[in-house]
């Protein structure tokens, strides 16, 4: 069964330094989320990508944060510089043009410290 | 605006108990509902959907039915086992062209004993 593919698992960095995400998205979804996680808190959706354009990017904190998905494939979500308060679950997910069901991948752990 | 509304947690129950976590929502239209399960450390998966009223979605055990005239969606499993401790995540979509953000509740943890 086709997965969506994130890495690292887990990153640990300093304070004002960059961090990189990566996300593979099930072939053939054209439909790829970031979403931000608290811990024990519902995921939060950073920017969503329709092919290689950004539908929608109205919570993402865009003095530092900064995602793409230059061919419409894969995508890198960027922060720099990282702050405390950015520890968090990164979920990427992708979905199938024109439907609502989505599928994520097994996320980043950020720490920040 | 659109929302969802879950039960609080923690949920704890004994295995084989039976379980009923509820979900109702706000919104305009028709929209989709959705339940996705979140084991420790893990990302969310799809558990189960409905697209529609009266429509019952089931997966594992789990079941929802999509009930327009109460305006919710509670999710049930007849007998649970330890292997379902989790977060359970309430969903809807939104309905506004191309973007098909999802509404989320705040989760339900669950946690079976033996």
């Known amino acids: 069964e086709a997965e969506v593919a994130q890495s690292p698992r887990y990153k640990i960095t300093e304070k004002s330094q960059a961090v990189a995400f990566w996300c593979d998205p099930i072939s053939g979804h054209a439909t790829l989320y970031w979403y931000r996680q608290i811990l024990g808190q519902g995921p939060e959706l950073l920017v969503q990508?329709?092919?290689?354009?950004?539908?929608?990017d109205s919570q993402l904190p865009k003095d530092r944060f900064s995602a793409e998905r230059l061919k419409g494939v894969d995508s890198t979500l960027k922060i720099q510089p990282a702050e405390l308060g950015d520890s968090a679950m990164y979920l990427c997910?992708?979905?199938?043009?024109?439907?609502?069901?989505?599928?994520f991948g097994p996320g980043t752990r950020l720490t920040v410290t | 605006g659109d929302s969802v509304t879950q039960m609080e947690g923690p949920v704890t129950l004994s295995e084989e108990a039976f379980l009923t976590i509820n979900c109702t929502y706000t919104?305009?239209?028709?929209?989709?509902l959705f339940w996705y399960v979140q084991y420790p450390g893990e990302g969310l998966q799809l558990l189960l959907k409905?697209?529609?009223a009266d429509d019952k979605g089931s997966n594992k055990g789990f079941e929802a039915t999509y009930r327009k005239e109460t305006t919710s969606f509670h999710l049930e499993k007849g007998s649970v086992q330890v292997s379902d401790s989790a977060v359970y995540f309430c969903?809807?979509?939104?309905?506004?062209?191309?973007?098909?953000?999802?509404?989320w509740g705040l989760g339900t943890s669950l946690a079976v004993n033996p």
């Open positions: 997910a992708s979905s199938r043009e024109l439907t609502y069901e989505q599928y």
């Open positions: 969903a809807l979509s939104g309905q506004s062209g191309n973007n098909r953000k999802l509404i």
């Open positions: 919104a305009t239209g028709y929209p989709s």
């Open positions: 990508f329709q092919d290689e354009s950004v539908v929608d």
């Open positions: 409905a697209t529609k």
